[in-house]
């Protein structure tokens, strides 16, 4: 979700707890001051699959095109630029079709009624659910045994963020305290889905009575993995021996395992949580700083309200743990621990339904966007890069202990291939240098800055992991425009969407507000519509890195900045740094996907602040390596200059609008087919921003998507619904060419 909708309409912004000293270069500026087809495959295919998908936008490609012709290899970015737009539908290039594979409410079991979309639905467990964010292919066999090489058959496993409240009751929802009623549906939403999909003519169709099928929820029992297994701050009522919790929530980025298991991201979870007013006089001072630098600190005699209010839909267990405050004599009388409980890489096997989802706690607490794994090399550590989306928040490294065995890769027992490489571990996090290069540092008791920090005494190694962003206070990390996803390319180099920061300043800055540098050095303004200004970084950046010696271990890499986002025509010396015009200018990168059989690199945009010129889209782009530009100086006049690493200027041949989404929605997740012929990408809460105020009056609904393209019930007065989409090339090529 974008900060704007997130503070205007869920009524409280994006995390914005960093309030360290950490030097952000403040001091290294002053020292330098320097989408027919769909159907052409066949609805009667389809029938056995419950929905074939639906044609939604074709720039080209009437119903009288040609039968698809032999696949061709074609030349990356070959497809004409698709046109900035703010029209409540997909457009994709000419020789592209778009089509819903699944929607909000779809589902997922032989009986389930089919899904009305006029808020009575329910049964969440056994549908899909809300806010499709994250999203990654798992190949299956005809014989339904894991395989990596199918392109006719697999699983997506599918992160479900949040909810788009509005719509998923019959008139909105009802002031606290909650109907329990809403808010076990409200619960069921969240999660992950687990869908079995196949190869449907030329598109593809999800299988609704599937037994791979599968839901995990805001409710669904997980075991704690890792160091923090068994630690005191995860003791509860009920897990009184700290190894189990429900829920994952705000599932946001994913990862995929070399052993082929997924990796969900629990992102701005904290805000789920009510804290009493008063509640700081019952914990220690060092608790109190845990909370509030996780953002749920409580001052005087005002309480820290939860987004939706679960907790006030009545005395049961499952309600009342969503109240994290001392209410009991002991830790395991209460939910004063339930929080600690958030905020991980939780694996999950989605080959087998059955098996017991982990929350991996080696690679630390925070708001986790996506996990994506380096290279993996037979005989050397893993690395898994991880980024904590919220203002000023740090980049994180995590090294396996054990190095890689290539037989791991299909081993049959897939969770415990996971506590193998993701129980014993390092975590690091980023520093980024003025010079171009960067340090990894070690977060943990062996590191005496950490054991020895002033602003937080860590107990032990499990504190350091639950509290990482202490600890990276601790050791002068660098401070980041809020990192977003990451993504390995085929080099070995990993690039970092910075989707966005509103508190750059320059001058002089007070509470969280940062001076530019030289990892994140653009501070502007942008107006949107006629007249709102906007501060900051508004349009967010692109870093990348590269480890020294291609080691998945080093402590130590160069970097520079692979793409500033901007809008086109705005000034190239401050603003478009990048040369962006109108055919690739863009606005909050976010979701960042490589991928391996075209080596692109998708960009995709969750932006509230080009919006009135152009929905939220996708790019493709060809990576490139560090050092392919140089050294670019912002002059800020009075201010002085800040000196960054910029990559080479994008062109026509390196970075092309490929897709722009509906009204109101963002661009997230994606993941292809082995043979690189299909794309699935998410739309999330189209008409997001639909006032609550208009519920009944679908005129007022700002988007009714996929309704309006014919997908499901309710047609131009649908209610939107977030949805997974598949594009594929008309003649059978490989997508992005
Ligand atoms: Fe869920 Fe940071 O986006
Ligand atoms: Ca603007
Ligand atoms: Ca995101
Ligand atoms: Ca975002």
């Known amino acids: ?13 994006e995390e914005d707890s960093n309030t360290s ?31 074939g998908g639906l044609s939604l936008a074709a720039c080209g490609g009437g119903d009288d095109e040609p039968a698809p012709a032999a696949a061709s290899t074609g030349t990356l970015l070959g497809f004409a630029a698709v046109a900035k737009s703010l029209d409540d539908r997909i457009t994709v290039p000419a020789g592209y079709t778009a089509s819903v594979l699944l929607a909000l409410g779809d589902p997922l079991a032989a009986g389930v009624s089919a ?56 008139n909105g929802p009802s002031p606290n305290p909650r109907p329990a009623g809403e808010t076990d549906i409200e619960v069921d939403a969240h999660g992950v889905s687990i869908v079995e999909i196949a190869r449907s003519g030329s598109t593809y169709a999800y299988v609704q009575n599937s037994t791979f099928n599968r839901r995990i929820t805001a409710a669904t029992e997980i075991q704690f993995s890792g160091p923090l297994r068994g630690h005191p701050l995860l003791i509860t009522k009920f897990s009184p021996d700290a190894t189990k919790t429900r829920g994952t929530v705000n599932n946001c980025g994913t990862g995929k395992t070399p052993w082929g298991t997924l990796l969900t991201g629990e992102e701005n979870w904290t805000g789920y ?22 953002g749920r600190n409580v001052t005087g005699t005002a309480a820290a309200a939860s987004r939706y ?17 001392v209410t009991g004599a002991t830790p395991a009388d209460d939910y004063r621990h339930e929080i600690n409980g958030q905020g991980y890489i939780t694996e999950i096997d989605p080959y087998d339904p059955a098996s017991v989802v982990r929350k991996r706690t080696a690679l630390g607490r925070m708001a986790h966007e996506n996990a994506a794994f380096g290279k993996p090399v037979a005989g050397k550590p893993l690395a898994v890069y991880l980024g904590d989306d919220a203002r000023n928040e740090y980049i994180y490294k995590f090294v396996s202990t054990d190095n890689w065995v290539a037989a791991d890769a299909t081993a049959p027992n897939r969770m415990a291939t996971g506590d193998k490489y993701l129980d014993r571990g390092k975590l690091f996090a980023a520093k980024f240098n003025a010079d171009g290069t960067g340090q990894w540092i070690e977060l943990s008791m062996a ?32 401070r980041m425009d809020r990192p977003e996803w990451c993504a390995v390319a085929g080099s070995g180099e990993v690039y970092f969407t910075l989707t966005n920061n509103s508190n750059r300043r320059l001058g002089t800055v007070t509470g969280s507000q940062l001076n530019p540098d030289a990892a994140n050095p653009r501070v502007y303004t942008d107006i949107r519509g006629a007249s709102t200004v906007q501060s900051g970084n508004p349009n967010g950046h692109v870093i990348r890195l590269r480890e020294n010696g291609g080691e998945p271990a080093a402590t130590a890499f160069a970097w520079d900045i692979y793409l500033f986002g901007a809008e086109a025509g705005s000034p190239t010396n401050v603003i478009n740094l990048s040369g962006l015009t109108s055919d690739n200018d863009l606005s909050s990168p976010d979701g960042l996907v490589y991928t391996p059989s075209t080596g692109l690199l998708w960009v995709q945009t969750d932006d509230g602040a080009y919006t009135d010129v152009t929905n939220c889209m996708m790019l493709a782009a060809v990576p490139g390596t560090v050092g392919d530009g140089g050294p670019v100086t912002i002059d800020y006049g009075a201010s002085g200059t800040v000196t ?15 897709l722009v989404g509906p009204v109101d929605q963002e661009i997230t997740g994606l993941a292809e087919t082995p043979d690189g012929k299909a794309l699935f990408l998410n739309v999330q809460h189209p008409g997001e921003e639909t006032p609550f105020s208009a519920i009944g009056d679908p005129s007022k609904y700002t988007s009714h998507w996929p309704g309006n393209a014919g997908y499901g019930p309710g047609g131009a007065n649908a209610r939107p619904r977030s949805a997974t989409v598949v594009v594929v090339k008309n003649d059978g090529g490989r997508v992005g060419t």
């Not at 001091?27 to 027919?36: E, F, K, P, T």
């Not at 602003?455 to 990390?477: E, I, N, P």
């Not at 960054?644 to 490929?658: D, I, P, S, V, Y």
């Open 644 to 658: 960054t690493r910029a990559g080479r200027k994008q062109t026509a041949t390196t970075l092309k609008r490929f």
């Open 273 to 294: 949580y009510f804290r009493a007013a008063g509640d700081q006089a019952l914990r220690t001072a060092k608790a109190n700083t845990a909370l509030a630098r996780y």
């Open 1 to 13: 979700m974008n900060d704007r909708v997130e503070s205007a309409f869920l009524g409280h912004g």
């Open 447 to 478: 590191n005496p800055t950490v054991a020895g920090f002033a602003g937080y005494a860590f107990a032990d190694d499990g504190d350091v992991l639950m509290h990482a962003r202490l600890a990276a206070d601790a050791v002068g990390a660098t």
């Open 309 to 325: 209010g679960w907790e006030t839909a009545g005395a049961a267990d499952k309600y009342a743990r969503w109240n994290t405050s």
């Open 115 to 170: 899904f009305r979309n006029d808020g009575t639905d329910s049964g969440y467990d056994r549908r899909v659910g809300d806010d499709h964010d994250g999203m990654e292919y798992f190949g299956l066999s005809t014989t339904g045994s894991p395989d990596p090489a199918s392109s006719a058959r697999a699983l997506l496993g599918i992160n479900h963020e949040y909810i788009n409240q509005l719509f998923l009751h019959p």
């Open 21 to 51: 000293s950490n030097p952000t270069f403040d001091s290294v500026v002053q020292a330098r001051l320097s989408r027919r087809s769909l159907l052409r495959g066949g609805v009667g295919t389809a029938a056995t699959a419950l929905l």
